[in-house]
């Protein structure tokens, strides 16, 4: 077993993370931030959990952006090849469950 705290996780820069499980192709990761990601796709399926703060999750359907704001407890299912882009809204603590050789 191991045990971590999210609530006390920090990082030296924006989007550090430590990694919580590895199962194979799958990670996951407890990330820290305080500025936005960058407009990417992934290479599969991801899990996107706020749990601390607050993260407007920018992204495009159809060619339009859209955004949408998740609160502590709030997440997105985000399926392969979605464009999207995090930006939070001060620090954030996330939770994100994702294949390891997406960006």
Do not use: C
Request: aromatic share 8%; proline share 2%.
């Amino acid at each position: 077993m191991k045990a971590f705290s999210a609530k006390a996780f920090t990082a030296d820069r924006a989007w550090g993370s430590s990694l919580l499980g590895d199962f194979g192709d799958v990670a996951v990761r407890l990330h820290w931030t305080d500025q936005p990601y960058r407009w990417h796709r992934n290479t599969g399926r991801e899990v996107f959990a706020v749990l601390e703060g607050v993260v407007d999750m920018h992204y495009r359907e159809d060619g339009v952006e859209q955004v949408v704001r998740l609160h502590a407890g709030d997440g997105v299912s985000v399926e392969d090849g979605d464009e999207h882009v995090a930006h939070p809204v001060g620090a954030a603590r996330i939770l994100v469950v994702e294949r390891k050789d997406s960006e």
